[in-house]
Every structure is written in C-alpha cells, then in structure tokens.
C-alpha cells in the first residue's frame, strides 16, 4: 500500500470540530483549562528546563519515581533527581503527579526483588513484605510534594480473549502475579493510605490504579473486575488513570467516551495519564518513516490534530469526572519513542509542540474552542 492511499484511508476522520488555525491566543494551556483540569507533561532531565513548561500546571516524571531510579538496590534509596524535579515543580507552582510505585517492567524494577540467588521465587511474604517497605519509603520521602500517586501500574492481562467468568484472564503473568498472586496489587493501596493515614495528609494525596488501552472493551471488562474486587474488599483506590497511547490507526472517539463514563460510575476520579498520539498509522502493512518534521503530510499533521481535538472534546464534555489530563512528554525534538524498537525505530512526532518547540496543529485545535 503506497503512503497516499494510505493516509487517504484515513480521511473519514478528518473534520475538526473546532479547529480555527487562525487566531490563536497567547494563554498558557493550563490557563485555558483552568476551568476544567489540571493540564499536565512527562519531564525528564532533557526537557525539564523548557520554556515551554509554563504551558502546565502539574509534571509527571518520566522515570525517575520509578522503583529502579529511587531504589536501585535492597539497602538503597536515591531521591537526588526526582528531588530536582519536586524543587523545579515547587519553583513553578505546579503540582507532581508520583508515577509509578508499583510496576512489573524490566526496565522498572530490579529483578532481585522477586528472586533468590538460586533463580527461584521469594516466599509469597518476604516479597509483599518488600512491596509494603518500599510503598512506605517513597511516599514518606515525597509527602504531598506529589497530589496522588499511580500506586500499581499495568496489572491488568493484553490478552483478546474475552473476560473470563472465573476472573482467570484478568492479570497479567508478571513477577508479581507470579509470586503473590493478585494480593500485591491490595497490598500497594493499603501500604499507601496506611503511610499517608500516619502523616496525616491522606486527603492531600490521591491513590491511582494507571493503565494502557483500558478504554478497549475486553481490556476494559477486565480493569473494572479487579476495580470492583479492589472496592468491595474497601482497598483505598481513588481514582483511575487511563493513559492514551495513540497512533493514527488507533484512537476511537465513542470508546473513549464510554470508558470515562463507565470507570466514573465505579466512584472513581479519573485522569488522563500519558496522552500522546504517533504520527502513523499502525495498522497499515507498510509504515513510513519520516525522518524529518518537514517531511510529514499535511494530511497526517491535520489527522494527528483530529485525535487531539477529538480527545480533548470528550475530556472537556466529562470535566466533572477528570481531574487532570497529562501529555507524556513535551515537544516532539525530545519522545521516548525515537530509537526505540516498540516503536519501529521511527521518528515520531507525537505532541503538541514540534521539533522546534513551535506549536503545532494539535495544539491550536485543543486551545481554541468553543464549549
Ligand atoms: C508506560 C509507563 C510509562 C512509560 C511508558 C513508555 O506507559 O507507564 O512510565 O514508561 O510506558 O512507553
């Protein structure tokens, strides 16, 4: 399939509902927002210092609250640059979303805590037992500097088999669900209200289970039978992130809708935790790859701008049930997504603001509305 046709697939998407490329205003995003939600971006040490962060009014680290980055080894804790962050937010008046205390990825966890020196598993205990200090530490160490916390992430199975009704398909096979069955995921919200509870600052601190593609029907079914486990068991959750990873090919404006609808029907707060939209479609045999930000089509740029606009509309309509929409990452000259094999080693030009931190159409269309 040749690129034009391709993007010509596509066109049925394309009708801004409220795109006026003319005259943008000089507001900040979050001042636009200011009656809706909290608008907020990923930082990392490459894009922390942008000019462009006055545009938001809460900052998610990328990776470094992770569980690797602020306790690398059994006996040590290293708050130094997540500590930069929490100063840099304070600085700016804007708030920090704590991610993630919880999470099964390689790249997140050493794998020393699930495992002895023979390779095998830890007793169920000791592990839950670390689980439980490490909770404790972090929240601790970071109080309310952090307005909630993404307390597990990515629990729930990627499997297109249909929710089984003995629940058996509902979690993903990691380390964690390998060696403690679902309690892990328990255990991380008790430990989180229990350490906020001893502070005395529980009701400043929000308690979050964070997710991919939950707004897809069979992975939907199967977060809101953990949530409604997870609430008639009285575990403290308090809200739920939906991350909205987009490509092209992807985004699909009724689920969307639909799933803000259905997780805020369980009494849960919900936030957009990692939007972002990829300037290809995924589901085509034949992906290009544009090297250069001058080389993207109008055309894709504009369908880009349409998911944006979309989302956003949504977003807005639900302001009661949202509290915080947040892009995962700023600008597109800084994305975890180039060089990276999940991505098809593409330049991708997944935000807001381009290569050269200049708006782009995406931008304008979720400034300039008419509610
Ligand atoms: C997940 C995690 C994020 C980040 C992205 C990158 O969504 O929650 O912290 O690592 O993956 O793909």
């Known amino acids: 399939m040749n690129k034009k046709y391709s993007l010509l697939l596509l066109l049925p998407l394309l009708s801004l509902s409220s795109c006026n490329f ?19 971006a990923a930082v990392n040490e490459y894009n922390v210092e942008s000019e462009l962060l006055s545009h938001y009014n ?29 100063a840099k937010a304070k600085e700016k008046n804007m708030g920090i979303r704590g991610h993630a205390l919880v999470w099964h990825h390689i790249q997140s966890i050493p794998a020393d805590v699930f495992r002895g020196s023979d390779g095998n598993y830890l007793p169920k205990e000791v592990i839950l037992q670390k689980e439980r200090e490490h909770v404790d530490t972090v929240v601790k160490h970071f109080k309310d500097d952090v307005y909630c916390w993404d307390v597990v992430n990515e629990v729930i199975d990627d499997g297109q ?66 949530l409604e486990w997870l609430i008639e068991e009285d ?25 803000i609808i259905d997780y805020s029907a369980l009494g849960l707060d919900v936030q957009i935790t990692e ?3 990829e ?31 979309r989302a956003f509309e949504v977003f807005r309509k639900h302001k009661d ?12 000259n800084i994305t975890y ?4 094999p999940d991505y098809g080693y593409r330049t991708n030009y997944p935000y807001i603001f381009d290569v050269l931190e200049e708006k782009k159409p995406a931008f304008y269309v979720i400034s300039e509305f008419e509610d």
């Open 161 to 226: 088999s249909p929710l089984k009704e003995d629940g058996s398909n509902i979690y993903r096979q990691s380390d964690w669900y390998l060696s403690t069955g679902r309690d892990f995921i328990k255990e991380a919200f008790i430990q989180a209200d229990a350490t906020l509870k001893e502070l005395g600052i529980r009701d400043k601190v929000q308690l979050f289970y964070n997710d991919y593609d939950n707004t897809k029907e069979i992975k939907k079914s199967k977060t809101i039978a953990m």
């Open 279 to 309: 300037i290809y479609d995924r589901t085509l045999a034949e992906i290009p790859n544009y090297l250069y930000y001058d080389e993207v089509p109008q055309l894709a740029l504009d369908l880009h701008a349409t998911v944006y606009d």
């Open 235 to 259: 575990v403290p959750i308090d809200g739920i992130g939906l991350q909205c990873h987009y490509h092209l090919g992807s985004f699909n404006v009724d689920e969307l809708e639909q799933a």
């Open 58 to 86: 809460s900052i998610t680290c990328e990776n470094d609250m992770k569980w690797i980055s602020v306790h690398p080894s059994e006996d040590e804790y290293t708050f130094v640059k997540a500590d930069e962050y929490v």
């Open 321 to 332: 049930k949202i509290s915080n929409v947040t892009f995962w990452g700023v600008a597109d």
């Open 337 to 340: 997504m180039n060089d990276n």
């Open 275 to 277: 939007f972002d939209c």
């Open 22 to 40: 003319a005259a943008s205003n000089n507001k900040n995003l979050h001042e636009i927002y200011k009656d809706y939600f909290t608008i907020g």
